[in-house]
């Protein structure tokens, strides 16, 4: 028995649902690998598996609410270092401001959570980054206090700006209303948040339009985040710094490092500079070892410039806290006085403390520069890929493409959200993983995805499982092309409730259809040279929803400068229409018929709702 208050306990019950992510009542050795390495925590399959056998009292694997309740009650009794391994994990999640909302797609009375640091923090980022934007000076800066925040977000335009610093040139700002703002005009601005964030690479399956409006907390809070963290590693790439090849271990390749989570590579940067000080420290995760701010300390002498002023006299102060004031006096005078207040320091705030260290890094690398370096630079195709997987939640988030999918899971997962019931996931082989046998259980992932590509009647001639693992580039981007088009081809399909599998020719008599309905020149297919001009699309964007495009925008000249214009002003229209378009304007200039498929097709699917 446990001796806690029906407060308590529901406070509990708050937390255990946070890792019972299936929602079968019991935590297994997956569930809890997950959340920890959401919070930071990279744990191999033994300790997860001793995690749970020191609480799993009925020996049956995993953890019940009861044996949750037990091992609280344990860890209330103990000291910290005492306590069981599985309650420090559970306060890894905890420290949450809980409040009563309800979920966009349940209708459902729920709880939810956010914490009143990450609030602080990013209304502090968000009115430092866009502080200087004309369209929004009479909101900003942003109050900390009350729901302030929740309240700016209302007509769409801050985190739509937001979109753009995170990454530039998302969102054509030519379509966005900026005034008369009434609800019509604020739901198109908030549709165009919603399909942009999908665009670079957010998750936001359960997010609408109307959740914004109405100021929805926690789901602001999620959708922010993301946007600020892709913002923040977009930036963490050999394109922007040649000069990681310094942070190469002895017989490790680029490829090597450019593999790793980006996560991974600014502990790699980190630990570069503490090793270049002299000291023997090194931090392996960005909560528990950066508590008592030494390695802050000694890596913002080591990155600061000489006459910064920038000093290392927080090691003579005993107390955490003091200390923790220290390193972020420091961290003002270069500039960087982001994201953390001393306290999440000292409690080893996971997110907060990733999002301090991204932001050092770029402001402050302080990498020597390297002469005749080679830059492996991602490709448009594959950034599209992956921010379309991304788009879907798929766990966990693909910072490098070939990496993210060559043990299966993520093309399985990707089959699982397209056909819901194709997989039998008793023929999925999760981690953890044993030592022996790994790699073989992750090629017979590979080859089951590959199965269930040719169940799909996908064209995988030649292709086999190995190849897969193997991160052949060729191959592993044709299956996931079609997995791409089978998910705007089955949505069109369920939409059009006919049953039968829509086609590509299918797509290109609507488009036509379209087009000479409104008098306008119809297309060849999608190598069709007129799209280049992106005014077909256009043309079916004003189509599908009269009086969405501005005509007056329209560029005629037909210059390579204005093509372009008209595939920007194309692009965001159609993503404000309600189309989730993941095609860049790039591929529409150059007409890569892939991407124009899956343009026009959201179209169709936006007709379709209407």
Known sequence: MTNFSESEIAEFKASFNQFDENGDGQISALELTKILNKCGEKVTGVEVR?????????GNGSIDFQEFLQVMQK????????????????KKVGAVNTIGGYSGSTASGVQHSYSDEEKVAYIDWINNCLAKDADLKSRLPIPEDGDKFFAACNDGLLLCKLINDAVPDTIDE???????????????NQVLCINSAKAIGCNVVNIGAGDLVEGRAHLIMGLTWQIIKIGLFARINLTNHPELYRLLHDGETIEDLLKLPVEEILLRWFNYHLAAAGSQRRVKNFSGDIKDSECYTILLKQIAPKDAGVETSALNIS??????????????????????????????????????VANLFNTHPALEPVADVVII??????????????????????????????????????FDKIYPGLVDHKKVNYPPYKAMGAEMKKIENCNYAIQLGK????????????????KNKTLTLSILWQLMRGHVISILTALSGSGKPIADADIVNWTNSKLSAAGKKQISGFKDPSIATGVPILDVIEAVKPGSVDSSLVATSGSEAD??????????????????????????????PKMVLTLFASLWQVEMTK
């Open 563 to 592: 093509n372009l214009l008209n595939a920007k002003l194309a692009v965001s229209t159609a993503r404000k229409v309600g189309a989730v378009v993941f095609a860049l304007p790039e591929d529409i200039v150059e007409v890569k």
């Open 50 to 58: 001793d995690m749970i056998k020191e609480v799993d009292t009925d």
């Open 174 to 188: 030519r379509v966005l209303n900026k005034k008369n703002l009434n609800a019509f005009r604020i739901n198109e």
């Open 319 to 356: 107390n955490l806290d003091q200390r923790a004031v220290k390193v972020l006096e420091n961290a003002d005078k270069l500039g960087c006085k982001k994201f953390l207040k001393p306290k999440d320091i000292v409690t080893g705030f996971q997110k907060l403390n990733l999002a301090f």
């Open 377 to 414: 630079e991602e490709t448009r195709e594959e950034k599209t890929f992956r921010n379309w997987m991304n788009s879907l939640g798929v766990d966990p988030f693909v910072n490098n493409l070939y990496e993210g999918t060559y043990d299966g899971l993520i093309l399985i997962q990707l």
């Open 455 to 470: 169940d799909c009647k996908y064209s995988l001639v030649g292709i086999d499982g190995k190849n897969i693992y193997d």
């Open 75 to 90: 860890s209330r009794q103990h000291s910290a270092n005492a306590s069981p391994a599985f309650a420090s994990a559970v």
